[in-house]
Each structure stands twice: as structure tokens, then as C-alpha cells.
């Protein structure tokens, strides 16, 4: 059996969520935690077409990121974080998933 190098972290989302929405969320949860986005685009074009695709710094300097992926097709939303990441990498996953979450929280009327 193949070895995994990385994890998946989801967020639960609301039906009907948008991507301009999911930008928003994204954009203040990485600010809250003192991220920045480093990169936008998307993510595997033949598996998660249309896709939205983060990748988050602490530093520009520093190595290690945390991606991020939203693909609307199914409601989906999720961190993935290699296991060879630095250390403040695999610390700001709990963090990153409150924020992310606190932020999906407060788009509910």
C-alpha cells in the first residue's frame, strides 16, 4: 500500500455556497491568523474542474505553505497539508480550520 505524504482537513459548508463568497471567507479567516495568499488558482483541472486553489504564507522568506481548495461542483472545501511542511505549518492547521469556520459560520441569516 502506497504511503500518504499528505492529510485533507474539510470544512463544512452551506448548499449553495458561492465562490466569490468562499473568496471572501478565505481572504479574512488568512487574515485573522496573520497568513497571506501567496498564490490562486486552480487545483487538478481533470479532477476538481473549475476549481479554486489557495496556497497561504506566513513569510515570504520562510519555506512551507498551506493549500487550500474549494470546488463549488460538490459543496467542497478543504486544507491539505503535506506531511513534509515545516513545523509552523502543521501548528497553523488548527487555527486556520477555526477561522475558516468561524467565517462559514457568520454567512448563516
Do not use: C, N
Not at 69 to 82: A, E
Not at 94 to 105: M, N, Y
Request: proline share 6%.
Amino acid at each position: 500500500m502506497k504511503e500518504k505524504r499528505s492529510d485533507d482537513y474539510y470544512v463544512d459548508l452551506p448548499d449553495g455556497i458561492t465562490a466569490q463568497q468562499m473568496t471572501g471567507v478565505v481572504e479574512r479567516a488568512a487574515a485573522a491568523v496573520g497568513l497571506y495568499i501567496s498564490h490562486i488558482g486552480g487545483y487538478s483541472r481533470t479532477k476538481y474542474p473549475d476549481s479554486i486553489h489557495w496556497h497561504f504564507k506566513r513569510d515570504a522568506k520562510e519555506p512551507g505553505l498551506l493549500d487550500a481548495t474549494f470546488w463549488d461542483v460538490k459543496t467542497l472545501f478543504w486544507l491539505m497539508i503535506r506531511h513534509r511542511e515545516p513545523q509552523w505549518v502543521h501548528e497553523t492547521v488548527p487555527v486556520l480550520l477555526r477561522a475558516l469556520r468561524r467565517e462559514v459560520a457568520a454567512l448563516a441569516p
